[in-house]
């Protein structure tokens, strides 16, 4: 499995400063790995947004090359509602994104990230309402393209003091929430 996100996926501690990053046993892919007993590859980047140009669709499918794992799940679009993107239109971005990806792939999960909540970097009640659309319109989506699909916001994942980012509880619940919907 590839695990292709950002900041959430990569493991970043927002305690720390300058990327500081939860120890491996914290960190959702890592439990996950433990709990399945399989090879996840972390491809997680902080800021990463949805990839929208040719360069990022090529780094994306280098990843795949030249043997593209069972399952590619990707999480993907806080970032973009951060910079100002509405669900509707991050979901836009996904779907060309996955539209791009999609041959080069066995198997796709888009895993809609947990709502935001208000905190440090969320002030706005607009924000926290886009990203409660965003699971929606993610569902939505993957019908459409006829892939799976997962919604981390069943999940009780509990976002720091940020309104972003995991505690390392948060990582925790994620792991074992994707475990179960992999498992069942």
Request: proline content about 6%; aromatic content about 12%.
């Amino acid at each position: 499995m590839l695990c292709y996100g950002d900041s959430n996926t990569y493991g970043y501690d927002p305690r720390g400063f300058l990327g500081d990053r939860y120890p491996a046993e914290c960190r959702w892919v890592e439990i996950l790995a433990r709990k399945l007993n399989w090879e996840i590859q972390n491809e997680g980047q902080n800021g990463r947004e949805i990839p929208s140009r040719p360069f990022q669709y090529r780094r994306a499918e280098e990843l795949l090359a030249p043997n593209p794992p069972d399952f590619f799940a990707v999480m993907l679009g806080t970032n973009d509602l951060l910079r100002g993107y509405s669900a509707a239109e991050a979901c836009s971005r996904m779907e060309e994104f996955l539209r791009y990806i999609q041959p080069k792939c066995n198997r796709i999960l888009l895993i809609a990230p947990p709502p935001m909540k208000r905190g440090e970097w969320v002030t706005e009640e607009s924000l926290i309402a886009e990203s409660m659309k965003l699971a929606v319109e993610y569902q939505t989506l993957s019908q459409r393209l006829g892939i799976s699909f997962a919604d981390a916001g069943e999940w009780n994942v509990s976002l720091a003091f940020d309104g972003v980012h995991f505690t390392e509880a948060g990582h925790r619940a994620f792991a074992e929430g994707l475990y179960t919907y992999l498992t069942k």
